[in-house]
């Protein structure tokens, strides 16, 4: 019997790492294809100054996002479930100094999911912030490409769409200086939490073990 039991905590921990290892990997391309969707709409910026250049077709990355992020998403989902087993089997193992060892291997697969899973809702969150802003900013183009286009333009108001634009180019700068500092925080902030609950798991395992 204890070795079956065994054998399904076993099996439990190679399930999650496995389940790990796959949402490492795609974490990595995710990110990688957020920096290069963002890197590609900057180029494309610096390059072409006119506003009647308008932005390269991102159709193809906002699908490849898309199938990527429900894929990470079902991983996540997946090596919860795992956990959740996990946890369950901890409070039936029945052995005090077992369950310990077996709390202190369960609180790492839990810090391992939580940093992929705030990895993930950062990456995510960033790929549709610049989408928004490239969705804003080609709108504003197109309205001053079909002013400048027409037949009988009024200058004046081409100047203050060129305006309007210029001023939505500035505030971008400060979106994405306000979002890199808030990311900043909350990462220093989720790190501040990690080793509270790290050293809290510690004290609980001495306090099991010790008389």
Same mark, same amino acid.
């Given at each position: 019997?204890?070795?079956?039991?065994? &054998?399904?905590?076993?099996?439990?921990?190679?399930?999650?790492?496995?389940?790990?290892?796959?949402? !490492?990997?795609?974490?990595?391309?995710?990110?990688?294809?957020?920096?290069? $969707?963002?890197?590609? %709409?900057?180029?494309?910026? !610096?390059?072409?100054?006119?506003?009647?250049?308008?932005?390269?077709?991102?159709?193809?990355?906002? %699908?490849?996002?898309?199938?990527?992020?429900?894929?990470?998403?079902?991983?996540?989902?997946?090596?919860?479930?795992?956990?959740?087993?996990?946890?369950?089997?901890?409070?039936?193992?029945?052995?005090?100094?077992?369950?310990?060892?077996?709390?202190?291997?369960?609180? #790492?697969?839990?810090?391992?999911?939580?940093? $992929?899973?705030?990895?993930?809702?950062?990456?995510?969150?960033?790929?549709?912030?610049?989408?928004?802003?490239?969705?804003?900013?080609?709108?504003? #183009?197109? !309205?001053?490409?079909? $002013?400048?286009?027409?037949?009988?333009?009024?200058? %004046? #108001?081409?100047?203050?769409?060129?305006?309007?634009?210029?001023?939505? #180019?500035?505030? !971008?700068?400060?979106?994405?200086?306000?979002?890199?500092?808030?990311?900043?925080?909350?990462? &220093?902030?989720?790190?501040?939490?990690?080793?509270?609950?790290?050293?809290?798991?510690?004290?609980?395992?001495?306090?099991?073990?010790?008389?």
């Amino acid at each position: 019997m204890a070795a079956a039991s065994s &054998n399904y905590w076993e099996d439990l921990r190679k399930q999650a790492r496995q389940l790990e290892n796959e949402l !490492d990997l795609k974490l990595v391309s995710f990110s990688k294809l957020c920096t290069s $969707y963002s890197s590609s %709409r900057d180029g494309r910026r !610096d390059r072409y100054s006119s506003d009647t250049t308008p932005l390269l077709n991102g159709s193809s990355q906002d %699908r490849m996002f898309e199938t990527m992020a429900v894929e990470i998403e079902q991983l996540l989902g997946k090596l919860t479930g795992i956990n959740d087993k996990m946890a369950e089997y901890t409070n039936s193992a029945g052995v005090p100094s077992l369950n310990a060892a077996l709390m202190h291997t369960l609180q #790492r697969h839990r810090d391992i999911l939580q940093d $992929y899973t705030h990895e993930f809702h950062k990456t995510k969150a960033n790929f549709l912030a610049i989408r928004e802003r490239e969705n804003l900013l080609g709108s504003v #183009r197109k !309205d001053i490409e079909s $002013y400048k286009s027409g037949s009988g333009v009024n200058n %004046r #108001r081409t100047e203050l769409f060129l305006k309007e634009h210029e001023h939505l #180019r500035n505030s !971008d700068r400060l979106i994405e200086e306000t979002i890199s500092i808030a990311m900043a925080t909350k990462e &220093n902030m989720t790190s501040q939490r990690g080793m509270l609950k790290s050293i809290q798991s510690k004290m609980n395992t001495l306090a099991s073990i010790l008389p």
